[in-house]
């Protein structure tokens, strides 16, 4: 069995398959980024680019394309395609670098100070949202565990629905929440994905946060919070869904920041409201990029996540997802 993911995204010319850097960008038509950059009138040209130039406006969301799937069918010039009008666009990046970690269907980066990740990151489509696993017999254990990639969005195959339940992936989690609120957050993902047939790309971290003046700050060293299970109980959990839709735009994020207790609220808009800036400014991780700096070109990478070496052949072939 396998499943066959296929993205646009905005690859540098010139450097197809290459990792693309912080920065700023210039898209491939951009007047502002001429092809040649040996010209002897070096004033001349300066001019005539002040008056061209388009500002791109654009915000570039960092998916973890290259951790996910590696330089797999690495694209070629047939693959390049027409830039989406999208004032949001997705970017091959990473929200920060700290211990990475690829697992069968999900990606995160985990720390070591507090032994949660910082952040986990999947992809729900109509292929991976397919139910092939009966649910596992509760091994007795009354501790309620989180899981940051859920389980149900990860059951097209029994190893990638394992991999949910490893330890990484896990928080300690009030038991309130996880069976309240929380299961209805991950329930909203998966409508959007089935109501819409898209791709939602999801971010979910723990938070370790303090409220002062009824602002909520972050806790830069969250070492000294209570640990249960050797790892920080967080304050506040985030997830960020970012909405790919068939004709390649990608729509504005939806965050949501939930605190790590018995919610007040059912109400889920409640807890909703934020921006991706907030959650980077809550978290210290770094979503996205405004002007990233390359020239870069709308192309389409498709890959197969397989449940066994021996899957050659994908039983499904479909453009679902779009990387900037």
């Not at 990792?19 to 950059?37: E, M």
């Not at 001019?47 to 394309?65: G, L, M, R």
């Amino acid at each position: 069995d396998c499943r066959i993911l296929t993205s646009r995204f905005f690859l540098p010319e010139g450097r197809s398959g290459a990792r693309l850097p912080a920065g700023s960008q210039a898209t491939r038509n951009d007047p502002g980024a001429p092809d040649d950059q040996s010209s002897t009138d070096d004033s001349a040209s300066e001019s005539k680019e002040a008056e061209n130039h388009t500002v791109d406006e654009s915000i570039y969301i960092c998916i973890p394309v290259t951790e996910m799937f590696g330089n797999e069918d690495t694209p070629t010039e047939d693959d390049y395609v027409e830039n989406v009008g999208s004032p949001y666009k997705l970017i091959d990046g990473l929200p920060s670098a700290m211990d990475i970690r690829k697992r069968k269907s999900y990606a995160m980066s985990f720390s070591n100070t507090t032994n949660n990740a910082e952040w986990v990151y999947e992809i729900l489509n109509r292929e991976t949202l397919v139910d092939n696993c009966k649910k596992l017999k509760s091994f007795g254990n009354d501790y309620q565990k989180g899981h940051l990639a859920a389980a149900a969005n990860h059951r097209w195959c029994r190893e990638a629905n394992h991999d949910t339940n490893l330890f990484s992936n896990i928080i300690p989690q009030h038991k309130k929440l996880n069976q309240g609120m929380w299961k209805k957050l991950e329930n909203h993902c998966r409508k959007i994905q089935k109501k819409g047939n898209c791709n939602v790309h999801v971010y979910t971290g723990p938070l370790y946060l303090t409220e002062t003046n009824d602002e909520l700050i972050r806790v830069h060293n969250p070492i000294n919070i209570n640990r249960l299970g050797g790892k920080v109980i967080p304050t506040h959990l985030f997830k960020v869904m970012i909405v790919e839709n068939e004709d390649g735009t990608v729509g504005e994020p939806e965050c949501y920041v939930i605190p790590n207790k018995e919610p007040k609220s059912k109400n889920l808009d409640d807890y909703s409201g934020y921006t991706i800036e907030d959650i980077e400014k809550f978290s210290g991780l770094t979503f996205i990029q405004r002007h990233p700096n390359a020239n870069l070109r709308d192309c389409i990478k498709m890959v197969t996540l397989n449940t066994s070496i021996f899957a050659k052949t994908p039983i499904y072939h479909k453009k679902v997802f779009t990387l900037a």
